[in-house]
């Protein structure tokens, strides 16, 4: 599944993908100066911006790559599908894609990391020959069967993102419920990927540049609290004070309330003041139960971490 070259087909769907969400978005704008835009086409847009973003967020990143809860099928179906209806690719791809970059966090073998160019880090990365290995980075995942099935029917469920809206509002439904729908779902991902690892702040030590983003933290159902997620990868909740706005895990503590999920992942004040204080590579790269990553920085810290102790060890402890 990795080290194929992406195809010329390939390339020019990820091309359309990119640039017709942004040239219809601006039609969309330009279309309100001869049509103001009717309460039906807002209410498609952010009820298909919700539904697409919570299944990234709640479905995709911290119920499915991060495992930070345990939900019957019904509830994940539900989410795999709100996310591939997202148009972010495959189930699997995504997750393998998204722990590569938490093992080699703003590191070279980082996908996205604006180490390279902010550009790279929003959208170039995409247009690349990025491609995601699965076996290597998601490898169990793919013995759960659910995911395989939603993951290989991903075109299916993203052009149902298109039907629907074109069903219930037509023409312009399918603009704004489709297209610029899309269009922001994108780019305020993106944004986690390329604005919260160069601007915000950093409550916690981790080894990467992840930063905690009010801005992002809203738009973006609670992901732009960057930094909490990289140094607490499992956690299910990225917002970890009172005002880190995080809907994402506000809708998980619900449906833990209604006894709809369970095992939801929380951290401790006490791992909390610790990571105030010092990186702890190992809970960096905890990041799917199963997968043991040790490459790039993780295994150059490890090593290093590693030969610190035993440096330390002889020099108290002199051989005699
Ligand atoms: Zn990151
Ligand atoms: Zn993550």
């Not at 990868?233 to 809708?251: E, F, L, T, V």
Request: proline share 4%.
């Amino acid at each position: 599944m990795s080290c194929k070259p992406v195809s010329l087909k390939a390339k020019i769907v990820l091309q359309l993908l990119v640039w017709v969400p942004l040239l219809a978005t601006a039609f969309a704008i330009y279309s309100l100066w001869g049509r103001f835009i009717t309460s039906k086409d807002l209410i498609i847009l952010v009820v298909g911006y919700t539904l697409c973003a919570l299944g990234i967020t709640v479905g995709y990143h911290r119920m499915l790559t991060h495992k930070g809860f345990e939900a019957p099928d019904w509830i994940r179906g539900f989410f795999l599908i709100c996310g591939s209806m997202a148009f972010q690719g495959p189930a699997l791809n995504w997750a393998a894609t998204h722990i590569q970059h938490h093992a080699n966090s703003d590191e070279d073998e980082d996908p996205h990391s604006p180490v390279k160019s902010f550009f790279h880090a929003h959208v170039g990365w995409i247009l690349d020959d990025f491609r995601p290995d699965v076996q290597r980075y998601a490898g169990p995942l793919l013995k759960d069967k659910l995911v395989v099935f939603i993951s290989n029917t991903f075109v299916l469920w993203a052009l149902l993102s298109l039907v629907i809206p074109y069903l219930i509002g037509g023409w312009y439904g399918l603009l704004w419920g489709g297209a610029v729908r899309m269009f922001l779902n994108h780019h305020v991902t993106w944004a986690v990927n390329s604005v919260c690892h160069t601007y915000g702040n950093r409550e916690f030590v981790t080894t990467d540049q992840s930063r905690n983003n009010l801005l992002i933290g809203l738009l973006a159902m609670g992901e732009g609290w960057h930094n909490n997620h990289h140094a607490f990868p499992r956690s299910a909740n990225h917002g970890m004070h009172w005002w880190q706005i995080d809907p994402s895990a506000y809708i998980i503590g619900g449906l833990e309330k209604l006894g709809l999920i369970k095992s939801v992942v929380r951290i401790s004040e006490e791992r909390r003041a610790k990571r105030r204080v010092s990186a702890d590579v190992a809970e960096e790269r905890d990041v799917l139960p199963g997968v043991i990553l040790e490459t790039g920085a993780a295994a150059a810290v490890m090593a290093g971490t590693m030969a610190e102790v035993v440096t330390q060890a002889a020099a108290q402890h002199p051989p005699l």
